[in-house]
């Protein structure tokens, strides 16, 4: 089955920190990932939609300054939180789709824990 | 605005079975999906449903009415590791899939 992959899964930083996380499709190709972040008890919240090779869709309200994300192949797309605060302590999720949007499943990573002191 | 609702909490009995509801609205449908989320964990895919009827797939069965904008997650002989919380994601005309705030369920012995 299509696996996905996410590098750290667990990271604590400190205020003012950036942070790097990254998520790879593993046996497959993904012109497409997606970001996530969940607050505990919380449903998915997307931040932004990673497209290889161009720049990224953010949703309303997600800073794309803050939130770096870079498609640069067909399996890794990285999301860097800059200049991490507190509130910024999250799971951080990332999903692939192997063909792009065509009501196929996304296939999840297992999450980042961020917890920035 | 798109909308999905589903209820916040369910307690059932092992053996037992039990059902979640769903309802949508969307900006168009590209289907229905279910996933099941262990606490600290990602979701993990349980169905998809884009034509009306039920999906069967071993314990789990899925039904969707694209008429009522409603949809179900029916799980049969549950068992201790199906307490988890189950999303329900609608995929709007855009392909993007628009959350439930997911239902936690409480499997008692």
């Known amino acids: 089955g299509a696996v996905v992959s996410q590098h750290p899964s667990r990271v604590i930083c400190k205020s003012g920190t950036s942070v790097k996380i990254e998520c790879r499709s593993l046996d497959f190709q993904a012109t497409t990932m997606f970001w996530y972040r969940q607050f505990p008890k919380k449903s998915l919240m997307l931040m932004a939609t990673?497209?290889?090779?161009?720049?990224?869709?953010?949703e309303q309200g997600v800073e794309k300054d803050k939130f770096l994300i870079n498609h640069a192949s067909l399996t890794l797309s990285t999301l860097t939180v800059t200049s991490a605060h507190p509130e910024d302590s999250s799971f951080y999720i990332c999903?692939?789709?192997?063909?792009?949007?065509?009501?196929?499943?996304?296939?999840f990573g297992p999450g980042t824990r961020l917890t920035v002191t | 605005g798109q909308n999905i609702d589903q209820p916040t909490e369910m307690t059932a009995t092992e053996g037992a079975i039990v059902q979640i509801n769903c309802t949508y609205q969307?900006?168009?449908?590209?289907?229905l999906f279910w996933y099941q989320q262990h606490a600290g964990e990602a979701p993990t895919f349980l169905s998809y449903n884009v034509l009306d009827g039920l999906e069967e797939k071993g314990r789990f069965s899925s039904f969707l009415s694209r008429s009522k904008g409603y949809s179900y997650l029916l799980l049969k002989e549950l068992q201790m590791k199906d307490s988890a919380s189950y999303l329900c994601a609608a995929m709007d005309s855009n392909y993007q899939l628009i959350w439930g705030a997911g239902t936690k369920l409480i499997i008692k012995p």
């Open positions: 999903s692939a789709n192997p063909v792009e949007g065509q009501g196929v499943e996304q296939y």
């Open positions: 990673s497209n290889e090779g161009s720049k990224a869709t953010y």
């Open positions: 969307t900006s168009g449908f590209n289907g």
